[in-house]
């Protein structure tokens, strides 16, 4: 395996139920296979004070896609539209430089083994 040469790390933190379809859509019209997502819980910074418990945390989806950096603008404007970040509670996004990344590749064919 070949490491990627210049590869950046987008990472965006969305409301529970939205990831799945961002990953769909990536692998799909972007032909990405580096995206994943994780479960987490949180509160925005414009949670009222009187909603701020423990208790009152509310399920966040923590999206990560590896990009070459040659496509990373793109693909940070894309996860942007599509995930809908811009609305109000939509989540955030950002993204860095990674010092080092492995291509991932599925194979062609998978054998049978009987």
């Given at each position: 395996?070949?490491s990627?040469?210049?590869a950046?790390?987008?990472?965006a933190i969305?409301p529970?139920?939205?990831?799945?379809d961002?990953?769909?859509k990536?692998?799909?019209?972007k032909?990405l296979?580096t995206?994943?997502?994780?479960?987490?819980?949180?509160m925005?910074?414009?949670?009222?004070?009187k909603?701020?418990g423990?208790?009152?945390?509310?399920e966040k989806e923590?999206?990560?896609?590896v990009?070459?950096?040659?496509q990373?603008d793109?693909?940070?404007?894309?996860?942007?539209?599509?995930?809908?970040?811009?609305?109000p509670?939509?989540g955030?996004?950002y993204?860095?430089?990674?010092l080092?990344?492995t291509e991932?590749?599925?194979?062609?064919t998978?054998?049978?083994?009987?």
């Amino acid at each position: 395996m070949e490491s990627l040469k210049e590869a950046k790390l987008i990472t965006a933190i969305l409301p529970k139920g939205t990831s799945l379809d961002v990953v769909d859509k990536l692998m799909h019209e972007k032909l990405l296979t580096t995206a994943n997502f994780n479960y987490a819980r949180g509160m925005g910074k414009l949670t009222p004070a009187k909603y701020r418990g423990v208790g009152e945390q509310s399920e966040k989806e923590m999206l990560t896609v590896v990009v070459e950096e040659s496509q990373a603008d793109d693909i940070f404007e894309y996860i942007f539209d599509i995930a809908e970040i811009n609305r109000p509670h939509g989540g955030f996004i950002y993204m860095q430089r990674l010092l080092q990344s492995t291509e991932y590749t599925l194979p062609e064919t998978v054998r049978d083994e009987d």
